[in-house]
Nanobody, 115 residues
Framework: QVQLVESGGGLVQPGGSLRLSCAAS????????MGWYRRAPGKEREWVAT???????NYADSVKGRFTISRDNAKNTVYLQMNNLKPEDTAVYYC?????????WGQGTLVTVSS
């Protein structure tokens, strides 16, 4: 069993920044799939960004150029740096990790973008 714990959410004004963290309970060094998803109010969960074990990132078009995903294998942590936040980025953000052959989810952290 693997626990993923997200942190870093909160209330921010439009144009502001936040950095989310996802800490895993065991090594992520061999995980070839670490990702962030989000669920906005009244909508289905959607993919935001992923990063491979070689640190190759991929982004949804809606966040490309504003969000940056990164990983620190020594800390078993994946990050999502979010800049130029917009009200439509308001959502619960979830971390997802592939460990071995099993996908795990975190509990989520709420990001609210509002003036």
């Amino acid at each position: 069993q693997v626990q993923l714990v997200e942190s870093g959410g909160g209330l921010v004004q439009p144009g502001g920044s936040l950095r989310l963290s996802c800490a895993a309970s065991r090594s992520i060094a061999n995980s070839n799939y670490m990702g962030w998803y989000r669920r906005a109010p009244g909508k289905e969960r959607e993919w935001v960004a992923t990063i491979t074990y070689e640190s190759a990132p991929n982004y949804a078009d809606s966040v490309k150029g504003r969000f940056t995903i990164s990983r620190d294998n020594a800390k078993n942590t994946v990050y999502l740096q979010m800049n130029n936040l917009k009200p439509e980025d308001t959502a619960v953000y979830y971390c997802r990790a592939l460990m071995g052959s099993i996908y795990y989810w975190g509990q989520g952290t709420l990001v609210t973008v509002s003036s």
